[in-house]
């Protein structure tokens, strides 16, 4: 292959400032080649390559037999490398026989086979050339110029890329410049383990996977997968990863010596720092995110361990850094003179400060999966320990397990793995490798370290420096599908795979979308030989493209109204306007329709960030959101026109542009969306050359198209609500759940609780009736048969011995079945019971209404709730207050039932908190707030529900007394509930009133009361319906009655 470059500088001299850089071919590449026996000489010194060491070496040629062909070479002692005590006489001289030498090169050379020069040959024509180098002399001066490769090494340079296809697949993080991030991220991490663990004990290649040692798994019948673990998304509770860091720091050695290795000078180790600072962490829980996924990758020797992360670590974690850090910065900071390299030394030591924590979270994590027995059933104790650190104490050979990887005390160059540890010929020994596969055997008495399992580098000895990281993820997808690098050629610059689009990995693969990626480009490459016009090809390309990302994207977000991380639409305006703008400019290259830049899926995708769900037809909402989005189509026309070529510099085009918008927006006869406002633009009077005239109108026609297809997002919207469009379903709401939480069996518990009970009976029944038959035999004097009594108790004995095994199961089912009642409950009082305290408090009198104090009032109470959740969900995902919102919300408690109090709140909502939000998590809290506030601002505009007539007083008094009374239900209610985790699947700790023999007895107790139902039983005051519901004596069963 030819490369071609293009220097300023000719034959003769250097071009002079201005000039054109000249094309030259690069025809050969010299290289430092190794010298032959021929061009040795004995005492002189050589730089010779060392595979062993993987650098190079001085040495000085001692002697030389020319007859023999042996060549003595001897190590110099300048060299950093000692070498072992069995390897020094290897080391020390290098004997070669037959003429054959190993690398040899002249003393001082860095590389082994390094490039030395580069020869370039002018790639013009014969007459230029001839022109340019008139100056020079030397016929071969102008064929060749030779640069010497150590003086260009370090030359900065830019590729060419317009004469050749680029297809680039390079994934980015989140906020990358050239994506269009369609989510909001989420802090994520990646740790990779590589050894003979995995391939050897966690690989059961060959064998069924609920092979000998491993309990049966009924997920496993059809499931040739031969791993214990598996290739695929588990949850973990991180709670408990928080809570065995902690036992870590404090109790593990290493750990400790860990982070005391980084800080020596502190007058508190910081071992103890480290261990007050992660109990921080661990009283954080419970976190927001109670569980986080993990998804397992196993190939080969390689086992992938990729999960999510809290936000709550994410923001721990960069605090505890800077203060663990800061002693040591302030120190070194005063200190140092040189301020700029001392700054980037002190960043990456809180960079390795940042990563000993990732490790500790990822050790925990293997941990808490351990523990949990992830695994298959059973499989747990197939499954070695990791860790993710070296050890710092010694320890002998003989007490690491089967596989663990190791380090000689006293040569820790080396990395060892353990194949075997008991050799039947040696006892005493244990068979070892090395990382290049060289077998040997090691006393068990040898002292060395454990090593860690993190994968390693190219060399196989040194730890990889990505084995593990962190970084943020969501999903997004890039601006173009393609970029023209040369129209006129034809050459684009496309991309594949995550570079083209992901969604986060987490969830869903995107290696389908990488593939149609691939086939969607060679399609491109193809048309081309069936003289396909470019067009043509990159209208085919775009479309296909586009559809594809908004496939690989809507994997991820689903109905874009998920319940947890990654599976919500969310960016700002400008954001989402930048990449509306990219692709109206698609559009027009490929020769597409303008006005349906957005598809049916990416409307539905955008709708979901900028129209939250129950604001549709909000028109408050909808004009203020048009108005932005006017603002921010503005915004970028001014923006391209000052980046633009032909128009940049040019002032008078941006004055006389805002001053027309400006103009626009104080007018109340035309919005800036409107059809009219953009081609008023190409009318200004201003004084431009045709070229800049077109090129403003081409400005004006990208932002106006962006406009147009904004509105139509905000259409879309809109008749999505009227066709009842925007809903969700479980499976593209919530994350992965573990099976337990899935599993609906309510039905069958109860079946089974039912054939439980008869079972025993009938078994209870068998065997009496065994025996009393028997013994009615026995007695029968007439009988003459064998005597049979001692036999048929047996058989009642059998028969009685299995029935407490069956009542053990039946109390089983019971336990469930009494759990999901209880479950029920509790649904009932966390999301029903605030709707019915609601509708009662409506049907209070105005004047009722206003004698009940705030804190009982429940529309206070609701959106108190709802204000709460807000201000910690905000404090979630900033990791600050939203001061403005507690103010608002502040000042509408002071005047609560107030309607103008309650409009001034709605339209904080609507106007800022709302319309500015990027998460549409935080979307989805204000708008339940907002719903209610219209609800109550409704309530507050009606005249009460006061009623007429000759009831009009008992009326009162009756609605007030229903709200006195389910307002002090819940006090009642609560007590009775028997809240908690459930262990086992059936067990629950339980409070003495809820076990089950004082519940029979509660059960006959609440069948024996007196209800006192009826309406003139009925409390009609709030004095009255305290007496009836603070009655002691009172079931609960009974005040649910009587209330219903």
């Given at each position: 292959m030819t490369w071609f470059v293009c220097r300023m500088i000719t034959m003769a001299k250097k071009m002079s400032d201005g000039a054109k850089p000249l094309p030259w071919k690069v025809t050969n590449v010299n290289r430092v080649e190794p010298l032959n026996a021929n061009q040795v000489h004995v005492g002189t010194q050589y730089s010779i390559w060392v595979p062993s060491k993987r650098k190079m070496c001085t040495y000085q040629l001692v002697s030389a037999n020319i007859t023999t062909g042996f060549f003595t070479f001897r190590a110099l002692n300048n060299n950093s490398y000692i070498p072992l005590e069995s390897e020094k006489e290897e080391e020390d001289e290098l004997i070669c026989e037959n003429f054959i030498l190993p690398a040899v090169y002249p003393y001082g050379t860095k590389d082994h086979r390094g490039t030395e020069h580069l020869v370039l040959e002018p790639a013009i024509s014969a007459s230029l050339g001839a022109k340019l180098f008139e100056e020079t002399k030397s016929e071969s001066d102008k064929k060749q110029l030779m640069l010497v490769y150590d003086e260009i090494e370090k030359d900065d340079f830019v590729l060419d890329t317009s004469h050749t296809h680029v297809f680039e697949a390079i994934g980015k993080q989140h906020l990358s410049p050239v994506h269009f991030s369609a989510t909001t991220y989420e802090p994520y991490g990646v740790a990779c383990i590589t050894g003979p663990k995995v391939s050897m004990i966690m690989h059961r290649f060959g064998n069924r996977r609920w092979n000998n040692g491993i309990l049966d798994d009924i997920r496993s019948h059809t499931d040739q997968n031969t791993r214990v673990v598996g290739d695929f998304t588990k949850t973990v509770n991180s709670a408990m990863i928080a809570q065995i860091m902690h036992e870590k720091v404090a109790n593990d050695y290493n750990w400790r010596q860990h982070f005391r290795s980084f800080f020596e000078e502190l007058s508190t180790p910081l071992d103890v720092l480290v261990e007050r600072a992660v109990k921080t962490y661990k009283d954080m829980a419970p976190f927001v995110r109670t569980h986080l996924q993990v998804r397992f990758f196993e190939t080969g020797d390689n086992y992938y361990l990729g999960m999510e992360f809290t936000r709550e670590y994410d923001f721990w974690k960069g605090t505890t850094v800077e203060e663990l850090t800061s002693p040591i910065v302030l120190k070194r900071m005063k200190s140092s003179n040189k301020k700029q390299n001392n700054e980037r030394a002190l960043n990456r030591f809180k960079g390795s400060v940042s990563h000993a924590f990732d490790r500790l979270w990822f050790e925990s994590a293997l941990e808490t999966i351990h523990r949990a027995d992830v695994y298959n059933p059973g499989g747990h104790t197939k499954v070695p320990t990791l860790y993710l650190i070296n050890s710092y104490e010694d320890t002998t050979l003989g007490k690491l397990p089967l596989c663990e990887s190791f380090r000689l005390v006293s040569d820790p160059r080396e990395r060892y793995d353990i194949l075997c540890c008991t050799c039947a010929t040696s006892p005493n020994y244990v068979l070892v490798r090395t990382v290049e596969g060289m077998v040997s055997y090691m006393h068990k008495n040898t002292k060395v370290r454990r090593d860690g399992n993190l994968s390693r580098g190219p060399d196989g000895n040194a730890e990889s420096k990505v084995a593990l990281a962190t970084f943020p993820v969501g999903h997004y997808v890039n601006f173009r599908s393609m970029r023209v690098s040369n129209s006129e050629s034809g050459y684009v610059f496309a991309f594949g795979g995550d570079e083209q689009s992901t969604p986060h990995f987490m969830r869903y693969s995107g290696l389908t979308g990488?593939?149609?990626?691939?086939?969607?480009?060679?399609?491109?490459?193809?048309?081309?030989?069936?003289?396909?016009?470019?067009?043509?090809?990159?209208?085919?390309?775009?479309?296909?493209?586009?559809?594809?990302?908004?496939?690989?994207?809507?994997?991820?977000?689903?109905?874009?109204?998920?319940?947890?991380?990654?599976?919500?639409?969310?960016?700002?305006?400008?954001?989402?306007?930048?990449?509306?703008?990219?692709?109206?400019?698609?559009?027009?290259?490929?020769?597409?329709?303008?006005?349906?830049?957005?598809?049916?899926?990416?409307?539905?995708?955008?709708?979901?960030?900028?129209?939250?769900?129950?604001?549709?037809?909000?028109?408050?909402?909808?004009?203020?959101?048009?108005?932005?989005?006017?603002?921010?189509?503005?915004?970028?026309?001014?923006?391209?026109?000052?980046?633009?070529?032909?128009?940049?510099?040019?002032?008078?085009?941006?004055?006389?542009?805002?001053?027309?918008?400006?103009?626009?927006?104080?007018?109340?006869?035309?919005?800036?969306?409107?059809?009219?406002?953009?081609?008023?633009?190409?009318?200004?009077?201003?004084?431009?050359?045709?070229?800049?005239?077109?090129?403003?109108?081409?400005?004006?026609?990208?932002?106006?198209?962006?406009?147009?297809?904004?509105?139509?997002?905000?259409?879309?919207?809109?008749?999505?609500?009227?066709?009842?469009?925007?809903?969700?379903?479980?499976?593209?709401?919530?994350?992965?759940?573990?099976?337990?939480?899935?599993?609906?069996?309510?039905?069958?518990?109860?079946?089974?609780?039912?054939?439980?009970?008869?079972?025993?009976?009938?078994?209870?029944?068998?065997?009496?009736?065994?025996?009393?038959?028997?013994?009615?035999?026995?007695?029968?004097?007439?009988?003459?048969?064998?005597?049979?009594?001692?036999?048929?108790?047996?058989?009642?004995?059998?028969?009685?011995?299995?029935?407490?095994?069956?009542?053990?199961?039946?109390?089983?089912?019971?336990?469930?079945?009494?759990?999901?009642?209880?479950?029920?409950?509790?649904?009932?009082?966390?999301?029903?019971?605030?709707?019915?305290?609601?509708?009662?408090?409506?049907?209070?009198?105005?004047?009722?209404?206003?004698?009940?104090?705030?804190?009982?009032?429940?529309?206070?109470?609701?959106?108190?709730?709802?204000?709460?959740?807000?201000?910690?969900?905000?404090?979630?995902?900033?990791?600050?207050?939203?001061?403005?919102?507690?103010?608002?919300?502040?000042?509408?408690?002071?005047?609560?039932?107030?309607?103008?109090?309650?409009?001034?709140?709605?339209?904080?909502?609507?106007?800022?908190?709302?319309?500015?939000?990027?998460?549409?998590?935080?979307?989805?809290?204000?708008?339940?707030?907002?719903?209610?506030?219209?609800?109550?601002?409704?309530?507050?505009?009606?005249?009460?529900?006061?009623?007429?007539?000759?009831?009009?007083?008992?009326?009162?008094?009756?609605?007030?007394?229903?709200?006195?009374?389910?307002?002090?239900?819940?006090?009642?209610?609560?007590?009775?509930?028997?809240?908690?985790?459930?262990?086992?699947?059936?067990?629950?700790?339980?409070?003495?009133?809820?076990?089950?023999?004082?519940?029979?007895?509660?059960?006959?107790?609440?069948?024996?009361?007196?209800?006192?139902?009826?309406?003139?039983?009925?409390?009609?005051?709030?004095?009255?319906?305290?007496?009836?519901?603070?009655?002691?004596?009172?079931?609960?069963?009974?005040?649910?009655?009587?209330?219903?």
């Open positions: 990488a593939a149609i990626n691939a086939m969607l480009f060679n399609n491109f490459l193809t048309d081309a030989l069936d003289s396909l016009d470019f067009v043509g090809r990159f209208n085919l390309y775009s479309r296909e493209t586009n559809w594809n990302n908004g496939e690989v994207v809507q994997r991820g977000t689903g109905a874009n109204y998920g319940e947890d991380g990654f599976l919500r639409p969310g960016f700002s305006y400008e954001h989402g306007m930048d990449y509306l703008h990219s692709k109206v400019i698609e559009y027009y290259e490929s020769n597409q329709d303008l006005d349906e830049v957005l598809s049916r899926d990416w409307r539905i995708k955008v709708a979901a960030s900028w129209v939250p769900r129950g604001l549709e037809s909000c028109d408050q909402y909808i004009s203020n959101l048009r108005s932005v989005l006017g603002k921010t189509c503005f915004q970028k026309l001014t923006k391209q026109v000052k980046s633009n070529s032909l128009l940049k510099g040019n002032e008078q085009i941006i004055d006389t542009l805002t001053a027309k918008f400006d103009s626009m927006m104080t007018s109340s006869t035309m919005l800036v969306d409107s059809g009219e406002f953009w081609p008023s633009l190409n009318k200004l009077p201003l004084s431009l050359s045709d070229e800049e005239q077109d090129a403003l109108k081409k400005e004006v026609m990208f932002v106006e198209k962006c406009a147009f297809n904004s509105n139509a997002v905000i259409l879309h919207a809109k008749q999505l609500y009227k066709d009842n469009g925007r809903i969700s379903s479980q499976g593209f709401s919530n994350q992965p759940k573990p099976v337990d939480s899935i599993v609906d069996s309510f039905a069958v518990e109860a079946q089974n609780f039912a054939n439980g009970l008869n079972f025993s009976a009938t078994l209870l029944a068998a065997a009496q009736a065994s025996g009393i038959f028997d013994s009615n035999n026995s007695s029968d004097e007439s009988s003459s048969g064998p005597d049979t009594t001692t036999v048929g108790f047996i058989f009642g004995a059998v028969l009685s011995s299995i029935t407490p095994w069956i009542a053990v199961g039946t109390i089983t089912n019971a336990s469930r079945y009494k759990n999901r009642n209880e479950l029920y409950r509790e649904e009932f009082l966390n999301s029903k019971y605030s709707r019915i305290l609601l509708d009662a408090f409506k049907l209070v009198d105005e004047e009722g209404r206003s004698q009940i104090p705030l804190d009982e009032n429940p529309f206070y109470m609701k959106a108190k709730e709802l204000a709460d959740i807000y201000i910690k969900k905000y404090y979630y995902y900033y990791n600050e207050n939203n001061d403005d919102f507690i103010f608002a919300f502040e000042r509408l408690k002071m005047n609560f039932m107030s309607k103008q109090a309650i409009q001034d709140f709605i339209d904080r909502l609507l106007n800022d908190f709302i319309l500015y939000e990027v998460s549409s998590y935080l979307q989805q809290h204000l708008v339940d707030l907002y719903e209610l506030m219209m609800e109550m601002l409704l309530l507050t505009k009606n005249s009460g529900s006061v009623r007429t007539g000759s009831h009009n007083g008992y009326s009162r008094g009756l609605s007030r007394g229903l709200y006195r009374r389910l307002f002090l239900f819940k006090d009642r209610l609560e007590p009775t509930l028997q809240r908690g985790p459930i262990a086992f699947g059936f067990f629950k700790q339980r409070s003495i009133r809820h076990t089950h023999l004082l519940a029979t007895f509660q059960y006959f107790y609440n069948k024996m009361y007196c209800y006192r139902t009826g309406v003139k039983s009925f409390p009609t005051s709030v004095e009255a319906a305290d007496r009836v519901s603070n009655s002691t004596m009172k079931p609960i069963a009974a005040e649910a009655y009587e209330i219903a």
